[in-house]
T-cell receptor
Framework: DAKTTQPPSMDCAEGRAANLPCNHS???????VYWYRQIHSQGPQYIIH???NNETNEMASLIITEDRKSSTLILPHATLRDTAVYYC??????????FGAGTTVTVRA | EAGVAQSPRYKIIEKRQSVAFWCNPI?????LYWYQQILGQGPKLLIQ????????DSQLPKDRFSAERLKGVDSTLKIQPAKLEDSAVYLC??????????????FGSGTRLTVV
């Protein structure tokens, strides 16, 4: 069962930063936070992951609160191609990913 | 690196028929997963393999679903007999775990099954 809570949908203007929130209040000390996205008719695509520290890669930034009960995925300059369903997932110790319903992000021109 | 390959891409069958899906993971990835994604929902894990052994199949409806991973590489997922509610996209993913040096799963594009 998914252990994260995300808003069902959000809109973002092209060229602006998109901030996607995720609550995971029952996270345990050794669970990683993963973000994936799924563009229509494709398999989920890895974006970023983290444990405690903030992380940044070429796709996005991940901000994890100090108590680790929530996180935010930041897409710095959203494009139309970033329209997708974004999943915030806690990776269990047995390396399984349990997906929730995710957030449908629509980037508008 | 080459991605996770799945076939077929689409399949339409009648209820009570059987169907099989094939997955070729990324070379060297020891862990392989099958997920079922019903329209409008997130993927649901069906089975997890480590090499050719089953790690977790607790969510696999074993009365009709079966999966195998021979020689720890390719995998097949079979449904027999199919029901209408099996209509979904079946995703295969693989990963390579080396202690803390673990980055993420790579998913295939999936097989879209329609049972009529």
């Amino acid at each position: 069962d998914a252990k994260t809570t995300q808003p069902p949908s959000m809109d973002c203007a092209e060229g602006r930063a998109a901030n996607l929130p995720c609550n995971h209040s029952t996270i345990s000390g050794n669970e990683y936070v993963y973000w994936y996205r799924q563009i229509h008719s494709q398999g989920p695509q890895y974006i970023i992951h983290g444990l405690k520290n903030n992380e940044t890669n070429e796709m996005a930034s991940l901000i994890i609160t100090e108590d680790r009960k929530s996180s935010t995925l930041i897409l710095p300059h959203a494009t139309l191609r970033d329209t997708a369903v974004y999943y915030c997932i806690l990776r269990s110790n047995d390396y399984k990913l349990s997906f929730g319903a995710g957030t449908t992000v629509t980037v508008r021109a | 690196e080459a991605g996770v390959a799945q076939s077929p891409r689409y399949k339409i069958i009648e209820k009570r028929q059987s169907v099989a899906f094939w997955c070729n993971p990324i070379s060297g990835h020891a862990t392989l997963y099958w997920y079922q994604q019903i329209l409008g929902q997130g993927p649901k894990l069906l089975i997890q393999f480590q090499n050719n052994g089953v790690v977790d199949d607790s969510q696999l409806p074993k009365d009709r679903f079966s999966a195998e991973r021979l020689k720890g590489v390719d995998s097949t997922l079979k449904i027999q007999p199919a029901k209408l509610e099996d209509s979904a996209v079946y995703l295969c993913a693989s990963s390579s775990v080396f202690g803390r040096a673990y980055y993420g799963y790579t998913f295939g594009s999936g097989t879209r099954l329609t049972v009529v």
